[in-house]
């Protein structure tokens, strides 16, 4: 079914144009883009990934969701900004430029149907810049259009305490977490006995790394001969149910807060 892992009634694209013009409170209804990858995962993990965990996640949530708060899920926006990852088979990406005029075209879809809160739900940890670029962009054309360029993985959540302290620190793709939350979704999509664990060298500098404050540009064949950065072996379904719950429950937590915010005016 189209509307995949996100509850029939929650998902937008279900509704008739009557429907959407007669939702009440539109100004506070919260409507959700999430954005994912088709890109390489190792040699245990499909393409859709990202996609998966977003659309995953989100649909726990709304089941969870109080049915008083009004939110719905646009369809899945499978591809993104992948290039880091175009030097392994499979890998389709768009454009930084293409992905922006999606995403603002999308936004002002939505705005012009009435809506003022707007949600870029990205689980790609290759664009997380330019859902913040679109967001304020579409904020500085419609100041009254409340956008909220979020990660997936940022909610509050536990899954750092169920890794090991390394993998915590340097597992950045297709390891443990991602791996344990698509055994969890996608079983039958994952090959455990093709899993092999492997980190970034180190660099030859004590304050650059890959990620964090002080980055330096990078693609995947840099890091990795596998596609992989961290250690899947030690991935667990029952890992994977235990992170989907709590990211889940981290989201019901922010959908329920954009639903109540109010834009700061001075």
């Given at each position: 079914m189209m509307h995949g892992f996100i509850p029939p009634n929650r998902f937008f694209p279900y509704l008739t144009w009557n429907d959407v013009k007669a939702i009440p409170d539109k100004q506070n209804t919260v409507i959700i883009q999430p954005v994912g990858a088709i890109e390489q995962h190792g040699l245990h993990l499909p393409l859709a990934v990202d996609a998966a965990i977003g659309m995953g996640v989100l649909g726990k949530a709304l089941e969870k969701l109080d049915t008083k708060i009004p939110a719905f899920a646009l369809p899945m926006l499978y591809y993104g900004k992948s290039n880091e990852h175009w030097h392994f088979p499979g890998t389709i990406t768009l454009s930084t430029e293409t992905l922006s005029a999606t995403l603002i075209e999308v936004g002002e879809s939505?705005?012009?149907?009435?809506?003022?809160?707007?949600?870029?739900?990205?689980?790609?940890?290759?664009?997380?810049?330019?859902?913040?670029?679109?967001?304020?962009?579409?904020?500085?054309?419609?100041?009254?259009?409340?956008?909220?360029?979020?990660?997936?993985?940022?909610?509050?959540?536990?899954?750092?305490?169920?890794?090991?302290?390394?993998?915590?620190?340097?597992?950045?793709?297709?390891?443990?977490?991602?791996?344990?939350?698509?055994?969890?979704?996608?079983?039958?999509?994952?090959?455990?006995?093709?899993?092999?664990?492997?980190?970034?060298?180190?660099?030859?500098?004590?304050?650059?790394?890959?990620?964090?404050?002080?980055?330096?540009?990078?693609?995947?064949?840099?890091?990795?001969?596998?596609?992989?950065?961290?250690?899947?072996?030690?991935?667990?379904?029952?890992?994977?149910?235990?992170?989907?719950?709590?990211?889940?429950?981290?989201?019901?937590?922010?959908?329920?807060?954009?639903?109540?915010?109010?834009?700061?005016?001075?």
């Open positions: 939505v705005y012009r149907a009435g809506f003022k809160k707007f949600v870029l739900m990205n689980s790609h940890g290759g664009q997380p810049q330019v859902m913040q670029m679109v967001a304020r962009d579409l904020h500085v054309k419609y100041d009254d259009f409340m956008v909220f360029p979020l990660f997936t993985w940022r909610v509050p959540n536990i899954t750092k305490e169920l890794l090991t302290p390394k993998e915590a620190r340097q597992g950045m793709h297709a390891g443990d977490a991602e791996t344990s939350i698509i055994l969890a979704l996608l079983p039958e999509q994952v090959q455990m006995d093709k899993a092999v664990a492997e980190y970034p060298p180190e660099p030859n500098t004590n304050l650059l790394s890959p990620e964090g404050k002080l980055p330096f540009a990078w693609t995947t064949k840099d890091l990795s001969k596998s596609g992989v950065i961290g250690d899947p072996t030690t991935a667990t379904t029952e890992k994977g149910e235990q992170i989907l719950e709590s990211v889940s429950d981290g989201w019901v937590k922010v959908i329920n807060d954009i639903y109540a915010f109010k834009q700061p005016q001075v």
